[in-house]
């Protein structure tokens, strides 16, 4: 039996990819750094990782006798989230965040696993929740194979990211002018100054 103890860093010519035996697995699967596992040609393999690895789809692996295997992220029970606003978006990953529940983040959507209990929270958030199945790859910085107990700063550092994000992708303006900022601002700077441009809000 082969053993794959490497994650391959160089890059590899897109037709060794091409040619490795998969290996397909879910999200829980690609974090244990310790597994047995059968590749997609039937070969059975032992999967000894450093700990704290998580393999994402595309990873390229070393086995001990020197040949490749390329990871694939298997299809998976999954909650898509979206929401009609960035507001409401961004607060549903504020709840999951702080239930530490592993979420892929997405421009304009939210990716978990498959949990009635949320669901339910999230549904009572507002936000759209539909059932898919599709690769899993949530953010791994907070959940470096488990064992770290930082949660909560890289929490804090992931929620200030995405609202960086959002910004890019929704445009500054729609932002500020939701939460009525602008308003209040606008009136001391129009006495005489539509010049300015205020007009066109």
């Known amino acids: 039996m082969r053993t794959i103890d490497k994650r391959l860093t160089a890059k590899l010519a897109d037709v060794l990819k091409k040619r490795a035996p998969t290996l397909t697995l879910p999200f829980d699967a690609r974090c244990k750094s310790r597994l047995a596992a ?65 979420v892929e983040v997405g421009a304009e959507y939210l990716k978990l696993e ?38 909560d700063e890289t929490f804090s550092e992931d929620y200030a990211l995405a609202q960086k994000v959002f910004d890019e992708h929704h445009g500054h303006d729609h932002d500020h002018s939701s939460c009525g900022h602008d308003h209040s601002h606008d009136h001391s700077h129009d006495h005489g100054h539509h010049h300015h441009g205020h007009a066109h809000r």
């Open 38 to 102: 059968t590749l997609d040609n039937g070969e059975e393999v032992a999967l000894v990782m450093p700990r704290g690895t998580v393999l994402a789809d595309g990873d390229m692996l070393v086995a001990d006798d020197g040949g490749f295997v390329r990871v694939v992220a298997a299809a998976e029970d999954v909650l898509i989230v979206r929401a009609p606003s960035v507001r409401l978006l961004t607060r549903a990953a504020y709840h999951l965040g702080n239930r530490h529940t592993p």
């Open 114 to 151: 498959a949990d009635p209990v949320l669901e339910d929270m999230l549904k009572r958030l507002g936000v759209l929740v539909a059932h898919e199945s599709q690769p899993f790859q949530p953010e791994t910085g907070a959940y470096g194979g488990g064992h770290k107990h930082g949660h």
